[in-house]
């Protein structure tokens, strides 16, 4: 059994087959999930897991190179928006642009969460 790390089996498989560049999305629990995108579905209410939650579990099991986050954020939940920039530097994007981008995910991560704009993509990068 896994001593440290991810336990989700689905998740922990999956990250461990991620290649530099490869996307990996973290999404609140109204984010459409593109045909054809693995999803691993985390949510059990509204609300839980929460999206800080799970980014934080991800975040120190899996190598970011760049992250992206609607712009929309800023306005319409700038406290997980505060919450994600002291985590990692990322890029602004439309919410329609990350929804697009999510088309191009290897796997999404739904949340429970159910404040606005709660998303991000990371792209995976490379621990050499």
């Given at each position: 059994m896994k001593k440290h790390g991810i336990?989700?089996?689905?998740?922990?498989?999956?990250?461990?087959?991620?290649?530099?560049?490869?996307?990996?999305?973290?999404?609140?629990?109204?984010?459409?999930?593109?045909?054809?995108?693995?999803?691993?579905?985390?949510?059990?209410?509204?609300?839980?897991p929460a999206f800080l939650t799970i980014l934080d579990a991800v975040l120190d099991d899996f190598e970011a190179e760049a992250a992206f986050i609607a712009q929309e954020i800023t306005k319409g939940n700038p406290e997980v928006e505060n919450e994600i920039l002291k985590k990692m530097k990322a890029d602004y994007i439309t919410h329609e642009e990350l929804k697009d981008l999510s088309k191009q995910a290897k796997l999404i991560i739904?949340?429970?969460?159910?404040?606005?704009?709660?998303?991000?993509?990371?792209?995976?990068?490379?621990?050499f």
């Open positions: 336990i989700n089996r689905d998740i922990a498989s999956a990250l461990a087959a991620f290649g530099h560049t490869d996307l990996l999305v973290i999404g609140d629990c109204g984010l459409p999930i593109p045909k054809g995108v693995p999803c691993v579905d985390l949510s059990y209410r509204i609300g839980d739904r949340t429970g969460e159910a404040t606005p704009y709660a998303n991000i993509v990371l792209r995976s990068g490379v621990i």
